[in-house]
């Protein structure tokens, strides 16, 4: 089996790769003599592999770091500086290409940040936005503001605000939802009606696609990124 690990800012995650299928691992418990190489991405903190990577060589066990490239396969990133680009971004477009070859793809990934990311049915990324993430955008009002609080409980909805709680949190909710809707303006071709799929990923991924019919979330996006890298990058 794999192991497969996204370093984001917020935390790290892993999990087993067997048989097409994920289960969660324990990153101080892992199954060392059935793991076969160890697959990994990093936008956080590296030093919260080191543990994982010397066990990984005490055990003789390869590891690969996933990194942006100009293109993989048919996918081709937008930018001229792809080294920039957020690897988890990367690999979110190549589980969205992936899972749905020649579609237009709005890929959204809800976490620390948000990121949307605009790919076009022939792979190519057309580019994206990084906003802050729903928590950042509630907390650095919340730290920046002498009345402006927040109460622990009010949920996210797409309702006008009718209290300071509800006017921030909703606030940072249509916020996002609005620049998710300006993404489909890159897309939007009149003449060949084309279908947009949106793809949710991430903490908060859940909670916005269910503000877009016909959307899906997964939450492992990333890691069937992760996945697809590996297998797109070992047999080119
Ligand atoms: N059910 C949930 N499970 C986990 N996180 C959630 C959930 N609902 C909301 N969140 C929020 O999602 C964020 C974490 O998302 P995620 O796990 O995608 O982040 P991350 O990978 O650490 O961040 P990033 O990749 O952006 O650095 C936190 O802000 C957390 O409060
Ligand atoms: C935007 C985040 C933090 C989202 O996890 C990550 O993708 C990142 O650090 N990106 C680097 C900047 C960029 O993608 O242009
Ligand atoms: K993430």
Same mark, same amino acid.
């Not at 937008?78 to 957020?86: F, M």
């Given at each position: 089996m794999r192991l497969l690990i996204d370093v984001g800012n917020t935390s790290l995650k892993a999990v087993l790769w067997h048989n097409e299928q994920a289960q969660p691992a324990d990153i101080n418990d892992l199954p060392w003599l059935q793991i076969t190489e160890v697959i990994y991405a990093c936008v956080g903190r590296s030093d919260l592999l080191n543990d994982v990577l010397a066990q990984a060589a005490s055990n003789n066990i390869i590891c690969f770091e996933a990194k942006v490239t100009r293109t993989l396969g048919d996918l081709v990133c #937008?930018?001229? &500086? %792809? #080294?920039?680009?957020?690897i988890d971004r990367w690999l979110a477009l190549i589980a969205g290409f992936t899972l749905y070859p020649n579609t237009a793809c709005i890929v959204v990934d809800a976490g620390t940040a948000t990121t949307i990311d605009v790919l076009s049915s022939?792979? %190519? &990324?057309l580019g994206g936005w990084i906003l802050p993430g729903l928590d950042l955008m509630t907390s650095s009002l919340t730290q920046n503001t002498q009345r402006v609080f927040d109460d622990g409980k009010t949920p996210f909805t797409n309702e006008l605000g009718k209290d300071t709680p509800n006017g921030l949190k909703n606030g940072a909710l249509v916020a996002t939802i609005g620049a998710i809707d300006q993404a489909k303006l890159h897309l939007t071709d009149k003449k060949t009606e084309q279908k947009v799929q949106m793809i949710f990923a991430g903490g908060y991924g859940l909670l916005l696609q269910q503000?877009?019919?016909g959307s899906i979330f997964d939450s492992l996006l990333v890691m069937k990124g992760l996945n697809y890298w590996y297998e797109l990058t070992e047999t080119v």
């Open positions: #937008a930018y001229d &500086h %792809v #080294a920039n680009l957020g022939e792979g %190519v &990324h503000q877009f019919e």
